[in-house]
């Protein structure tokens, strides 16, 4: 990988260790076999492991030895023994989401987040509990459910950032004014140190005489406490600021907070488990934490504050904290603007936003008591208007209302990540933290440097804590682009220096800030913080080169774009000229993580089932560039551990919708497969896949006899043999009463309705023609019985039947993809043309028509198809919702419905259809699965190589939701594949949504109580 040897050279150029690193060359075959030997868990020597392993969310990139995925705390201390004896450092890492560059490094990564993630023990009385390291953050909070407790270090990446990353860092949240840092919230941290001690890190009492625990230990806390006498001075000066937000360096403050703060001598003794708070790695690995819990505040006021200037903001924020609020968060008008332009967050913007302001506050109150809550609001509102700015808040009592917003403060910092081309929002001074009186000058002077340097940056965050994120826009892949990113970080720091605020205010120091300690802190301190590292890790085994001794920030060899850097040109089947062509698009992903979350949202359901890098839509990105790039070698966009990478990748769309910058690996897995079949072929199992929609009509005329492999066993093991299907599947059942285009013409000229004259085109797609056919009856009966003329497009005179051509893109044919497209394109225009909307019924077809077809058929008619095409129930809801549709409806024996959504509804919000149509049917309750992918994904898990997967996938949340629905529920998954493994997983039946809208209008003509199927 290019940033080897000048990587090295420079990160250890000023470290002790290792001094026998150079002979320890990445993926050494000594140390991985001795690891695999000695240690339980996942030992990754590969070249393509390493570069999944060389990035975090910096700007920085430096590849590995290797890595270590530990299945149990004592596999990381044989794994630091082996590393000590071969001489290579160790480098501890959780989900690496580190924005400083904390977790990269030439050394054996040992990341804790696939084993480590368990709750050692709970004690709600006391509040306090103790976890493994690579526990996360919600995973945490969600076991502590029901016991109205949290930990409330509330930090935006808590859906994958690990407890142990989070202490490593110092993490701080939107609420830290009023729960603090985590180094106000770790109580005891057990750790091992490089030379194998084994100690528990907690509270020491004043006479050391009295302490507890090894020599090693007793020794680091008098030589602690010593180093921190010897400062006292320098940290009681301007030198040390004294704000909530300084995470930079190691705490010594800590030791002698009383002297530090001029606080009264309140304590006896201090707590060693605050000094490794913030270490990055840098002191000891922790293998289990002791955290302070807090009671979850019942009541919750959010008040948002408007302001015509961004400057009237800043300068209000002093007066706001008076008021004792749990967070008061800055969106600033790009924000506002942005989260505007996004449809689905348009309406909550329209209700908190009122007119055009420069800035808004957020400012959240909370307790226990929602009266004190509701005053508390009021005085806001007294406030602001003894500010000069009356009648400028907006309330939100509604906790739903509360959720929308923060929602969209969320997704704002999302949409200006997804900024294309090679500008990008870069992170190196967002974290600054000032004190509050200086906040307006500061970000007015600081915005003008930004002018400087011709940038600009959008600010965002925790404004009641003095800390706003801001990332200037700079083009790191130029020459001069490092050049401006110094001159910007050395003019803003000089300013906080000034201020006597933080340059290191949340995310850490890594190899962004470390180097700037000097300056900020003063030789002394620094100097001290070589001292503890020193007497810590003598040999410098633990992260080097973070925190001290670090290299020049702008060392462009240390970076993801390092000089020379460049990406191949290849052909591509797509279109992918919105990014500037494929490598651009590969380039979007900017290692955050949030594709390691395990919410009630899809991405990435692979990474959920493994809990590997490699299967995570990150580590995919990440194995492209570099494969692009030419740091895997040659030829290694095409070689069988690139094929690896991509093989979990359901094409989901997951990250499509929910990456933050957009990354689409759906489409680019296409792509891959496409490259991929032109060299090595296609196996007989993937033709007969992607053909289905050729040989269809043919095998449906065959159906008693082919399906018979459903009832043969030894048949279906034939199936596996030859075409790689897996004898553990039933496959769908060919049906003979396949639906006939003409079926749209009979069922027109039968309905008995008077017609509301509106033309609507039903899409019938290949699996619902061939397997179930009842569904576009279904569709059919319940449109015309409320008045539409159906027409059900078809090919030209005695054409094949129309297909979207999703199995040709499944397997990466593109071409034949392309020329399916094309049929329906050009039967579909007549109807587009008069703005007849097309409506489907299969998620994963209907939704290629608004997604693949734009990059197989880029132009205006695919635009305007795209436009005009929804999903049934899409266009049910939205003609009910203006009066045209409305049938009538009539109660069902059934009165719950248990939806599953496909993926692709998901992907392209469609899903809140489905529920307000079922809503339609009088009495019936609706209840939705919070699922990820059914695991099935087209013909994924039909295949014998991914059954297993495929089942995992659907056990993570949607099985167990299907066992737990009552006998008398009605399941509704739109998708096929979904409704199959739904049967194959539970033996039950779900069904079309519009087979339940079919039941009720038919109903609607009877009487009450007509059966409908359940599950
Ligand atoms: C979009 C985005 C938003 C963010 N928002 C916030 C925010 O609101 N607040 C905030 O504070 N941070 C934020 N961060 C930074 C980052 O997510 C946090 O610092 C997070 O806590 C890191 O957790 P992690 O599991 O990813 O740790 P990693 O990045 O894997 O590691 C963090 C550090 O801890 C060390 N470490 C990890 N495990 C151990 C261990 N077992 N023993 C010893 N050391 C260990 C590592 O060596 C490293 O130095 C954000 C980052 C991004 C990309
Ligand atoms: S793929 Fe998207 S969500 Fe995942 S790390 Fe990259 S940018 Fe973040
Ligand atoms: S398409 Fe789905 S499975 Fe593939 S990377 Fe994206 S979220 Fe993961």
């Known amino acids: 990988m290019s940033a080897s040897a000048g990587a090295l050279g420079s990160v250890y150029g000023r470290a002790k260790f ?65 590393a000590r004896e071969e001489g290579v450092p160790v480098l501890p890492r959780g989900g690496g989401s580190s924005q400083c560059g904390q977790t990269v490094g ?40 029901g016991t109205g407790l949290f930990f409330p270090c509330d930090i935006s990446t808590g859906s994958r950032a690990t407890l142990g990353g989070m202490a490593g860092n110092n993490s701080c949240g939107s609420r830290s004014i009023r729960y603090g840092n985590m180094v106000h919230n770790v109580r005891a941290i057990d750790c091992v140190l490089s ?41 009681a000066s301007d030198r040390w600021p004294k704000l909530l937000r300084r995470v930079g360096g190691y705490n010594i403050d800590m030791i002698r907070p009383h002297e530090v703060y001029g606080l009264g001598r309140n304590q006896a003794g201090h707590n060693m488990a605050k000094l490794l708070v913030g270490s990055e790695g840098t002191l000891g690995f922790f293998t289990g934490l002791e955290l302070d819990l807090s009671p979850v505040p019942p009541a919750r006021t959010l008040g948002i504050c408007h302001f015509p200037t961004f400057y009237q903001a800043m300068a209000a924020v002093k007066h706001i904290v008076g008021l004792d609020p749990s967070a008061v968060e800055l969106v600033d008008r790009t924000m506002i603007e942005l989260a505007r332009d996004i449809a689905i967050f348009r309406p909550t913007v329209d209700r908190f936003v009122r007119g055009e302001p420069d800035a808004v506050l957020l400012v959240e109150f909370s307790g226990d008591d929602a009266g004190v809550q509701r005053r508390k609001l009021a005085r806001l509102v007294e406030l602001m208007g003894d500010l000069g700015f009356p009648g400028s808040v907006v309330d939100a009592i509604d906790p739903a209302f509360q959720s929308a917003i923060w929602e969209v403060r969320k997704q704002g910092l999302n949409i200006m990540m997804s900024m294309k081309g090679d500008g990008k929002p870069v992170s190196f001074i967002e974290d ?65 220096r000034e201020y006597k605020g933080s340059h290191s205010g949340e995310h850490g120091d890594g190899l962004v800030r470390s180097e700037f300690h000097e300056p900020m802190f003063g030789s002394a301190i620094v100097r001290a913080f070589e001292n503890v590292k020193d007497s810590f890790d ?26 020379g850097y460049r990406t191949a040109p290849i052909e591509t089947a797509l279109d992918w000229s919105a990014w500037g062509g494929f490598a651009g698009a590969v380039e979007m992903c900017n290692n955050n993580g949030e594709c390691r979350k395990a919410d009630a949202e899809v991405m990435c359901p692979s990474y959920r089932a493994t809990g590997d890098e490699m299967h995570l839509t990150r580590g995919r990105a990440n194995t492209l560039r570099l494969a692009l790039s030419g740091q895997l070698g040659p030829e290694a966009l095409l070689a069988d551990a690139m094929h690896d990478t991509m093989d979990l990748c359901v094409g989901c769309k ?81 049906r003979r009463d396949w639906f006939r285009d003409t079926e749209a013409i009979a069922a027109n000229a039968k309905a008995d309705t008077c017609g509301n004259g509106r033309a609507v085109a039903l899409f019938v797609d290949t699996f619902t023609r061939y397997f179930e056919p009842e569904n576009a009856r279904a569709a059919l009966a319940v449109l015309t019985r409320a008045g539409y003329d159906v027409v059900v497009p078809a090919a030209p005179e005695g054409g094949r039947s129309l297909c979207c051509g999703r199995t040709y893109l499944a397997e990466g044919l593109v071409d034949e993809a392309r020329a399916e497209a094309a049929r329906l394109l050009a039967a579909l225009k007549p109807y587009v043309a008069r703005g007849v909307k097309v409506v489907g019924l299969e998620p994963s077809c209907l939704f290629t028509l608004q997604d693949e077809f734009l990059a ?68 019936l309750e609706v209840k939705v699965v919070e699922s990820s992918c059914c695991g099935m994904a087209g013909a994924f898990g039909y295949e014998a190589a991914h059954h297993d997967v495929s089942m995992k996938m659907a056990e993570i949340s949607l099985l167990p939701a299907v066992r737990a629905a009552t006998p008398d529920t009605v399941l509704v ?43």
């Open 18 to 82: 290792p001094p026998g690193a150079a002979a320890v060359k990445p993926g050494d075959s000594n140390l991985a076999a001795r690891l695999r030997r000695a240690c339980e868990g996942d030992v990754l020597f590969d070249a393509f492991s390493r570069g999944r392993y060389s990035t975090d969310a910096s700007i920085y990139q430096i590849e590995p030895i290797g890595v270590l995925l530990p299945k149990r705390a004592a596999d990381i201390e044989t794994a630091i023994a082996i």
């Open 106 to 145: 030439r050394a054996l990564v040992v990341d804790t987040s696939k084993y480590l993630r368990g709750v050692l023990s709970l004690d709600t009385e006391n509040r306090r509990v103790r976890v493994e390291p690579g526990l996360t953050l919600d995973g945490l909070n969600k076991r502590l459910r």
């Open 195 to 235: 030379d194998g001690t084994r100690a528990s890190f907690g509270e020491v009492p004043e006479d050391l005489g009295a302490l507890d625990g090894p020599e090693r230990y007793r020794d680091l806390v008098g030589t602690m406490r010593g180093i921190a006498a010897g400062i006292a001075g320098e940290l």
């Open 432 to 496: 600054c933290a000032v004190p509050l009186e200086d906040l307006a000058e500061y970000t007015d002077r600081l915005t003008r440097i930004f002018h400087k340097y011709g940038t600009k940056g959008t600010w965002y965050a925790h404004a009641s804590v003095g800390t706003l994120h801001v990332r200037p826009i700079i083009n790191l892949k130029d020459p001069g682009g490092a050049a401006t990113m110094r001159a910007i970080a050395e003019e803003a720091f000089a300013m906080v």
């Open 538 to 563: 003598p040999d410098g085994l633990f992260n080097p080169g973070k925190i001290v001794r670090p290299p020049k920030m702008d060392d462009r060899s240390l970076m993801r774009f390092p000089p």
């Open 654 to 734: 997951g990250c499509k919708r929910e990456c933050p910058t957009g990354v689409d690996m759906a489409r680019m897995k296409i792509e891959f497969r496409h490259a991929w079949n032109r060299r090595h072929g296609l196996s007989l199992g993937e033709r007969l896949i992607a053909h289905l929609p050729r040989y269809a009509p043919y095998a449906a005329a065959l159906a008693p006899a082919l399906n018979l492999r459903n009832r043969v066993p030894a048949l279906a093991a034939l199936g596996e043999s030859w075409f790689g299907l897996s004898r553990r599947r039933s496959l769908p059942a060919w």
């Open 856 to 923: 197989l058929l880029p132009g205006a008619e695919a635009e305007a198809l795209a436009a005009n095409a929804a999903m049934f129930e899409t266009f049910v809801a939205e003609e009910a919702e203006s009066g045209r549709f409305a049938p009538a409806f009539a109660p069902l024996s059934i009165r719950t419905a248990l939806v599953h959504g496909h993926c692709h509804q998901k992907a392209f919000a469609a899903m809140g259809a489905v529920a307000t149509v079922l809503r339609l049917v009088p009495k």
């Open 973 to 1015: 998954a739109d998708g096929t594949s979904c409704r199959h493994q739904i049967h194959d997983g539970t033996g039950r039946t779900a069904v079309h949504v519009a087979r339940v809208l079919e039941q009720a209008v038919a109903a609607g003509g009877r009487s009450e109580g007509d059966q409908m199927e359940t599950g």
